[in-house]
């Protein structure tokens, strides 16, 4: 009868040790981490420096869509040229690119 519980106990526990039932989670952690948490740090602490750069002249995209040159700065607000003559105010956290030198933020001529 003993025999019995001693091989019931012997087929409960997984091969290899009880490590070894944690290394598939452990795997996938690390998967999880270079994947998908490394890069979105990366990429967050590159937008707090690129906000944190930001001076008067710069050329960039707010989260609206809007093309503006940068006029005015606080530490909370952006105020942004979008025409002549025509200011916006942003929040400085919606900032999120700087316009390319390929030409992408220059307005389209229409021919009417």
């Known amino acids: 009868m003993t025999s019995l519980a001693y091989a019931a ?3 409960a526990a997984p091969p290899g040790g ?3 039932g944690f290394i598939p989670m452990i795997l996938i952690f690390v998967v999880f981490y ?3 948490i490394r890069p979105q740090q990366k990429k ?3 937008q707090q420096a690129f906000l944190s750069n930001l001076k008067k002249g710069d050329e960039v995209i707010s ?3 809007l093309h503006g040159k940068i006029t005015g700065l606080t530490d909370t607000v952006v105020t942004l040229e979008i025409a002549d003559n025509i200011r ?3 929040a400085r956290q919606y900032i ?3 316009v390319s030198a390929k030409g992408e933020g ?3 001529s229409t021919g009417g």
């Open 106 to 108: 220059q307005a389209c």
């Open 44 to 46: 967050a602490k590159d």
């Open 18 to 20: 009880p490590l070894a």
């Open 88 to 90: 916006v105010k942003v």
């Open 34 to 36: 270079f994947l998908l």
């Open 9 to 11: 106990d012997a087929a």
């Open 63 to 65: 989260g609206g869509g």
């Open 96 to 98: 999120i690119s700087p």
